[in-house]
């Protein structure tokens, strides 16, 4: 009768892999990769996986992202309009009472407040109940 075998380490039950893939590719060329890779939803290494290899991703297929840019400029005017907001309440909380100029400024700030998320997640006027 044998002996059984000892157990593996875990270091050993890694599974190996092989040393990076790697392609050369242009700028048009790369340009063209990842767009093609993003609108599949898929990570470049399992876009190539799918269509070269015809073997299935190894990631979960991402969800479709917002633009980040537009999200990015968003979130920097929200936090400048934040920024400007927070400045007139600490005057109003140490003088106690608004100025009219305060309070325009502080509606214009809330209009711009509003348009910048409307960039983003755009009302639809029909689901809208005044």
């Avoid at 002996?3 to 599974?15: I, V």
């Avoid at 005057?91 to 910048?116: D, W």
Wanted: glycine share 4%; with cysteine.
């Amino acid at each position: 009768m044998q002996a059984p075998k000892p157990a593996r380490k875990k270091s050993e039950k890694r599974q190996r892999i092989a040393p990076p893939f790697q392609v050369r590719l242009n700028d048009q060329e790369r340009e063209a990769f990842d767009a093609r890779a993003s609108r599949a939803g898929l990570s470049g290494p399992d876009y190539f996986r799918v269509t070269c290899l015809g073997s299935k991703p190894l990631r979960k297929v991402k969800e479709r992202t917002p633009d980040r840019r537009l999200l990015v400029q968003v979130e920097t005017a929200l936090n400048r309009i934040g920024g400007n907001v927070n400045q007139i309440a600490a005057k109003v909380n140490s003088s106690g009472f608004i100025t009219r100029t305060e309070m325009a400024e502080l509606k214009q700030l809330i209009a711009e407040a509003h348009k910048q998320v409307e960039r983003f997640f755009p009302v639809n006027d029909d689901l809208q109940s005044d």
